[in-house]
């Protein structure tokens, strides 16, 4: 490695450093962009929609998610 390439690799890693960070649902995405990982989505919906349903059937919201079942 030459002293340039040191130097522009230091600049780059500053640069990256400064930027926002990226949050989790932006890196989640990303990731199943880049490895094609789209298999991925359908059990992450039913998860999220599952934990929607036990949060919802501890409130008074309960009756009317029984009714649907």
């Keep these: 490695m ?6 522009e690799e230091k600049v780059d890693f500053v640069s990256q450093a400064e930027q926002q960070p990226v949050g989790l649902i932006r890196e989640f995405w990303d990731f199943l962009l880049h490895n ?33 079942f």
């Design 2 to 7: 030459t002293s340039t390439q040191g130097s």
């Design 36 to 68: 094609k990982k789209w298999w991925l989505v359908p059990i992450i919906l039913v998860l999220l929609l599952l934990g929607a349903l036990l949060i919802l059937g501890g409130t008074t919201a309960a009756p009317f998610i029984y009714t649907l």
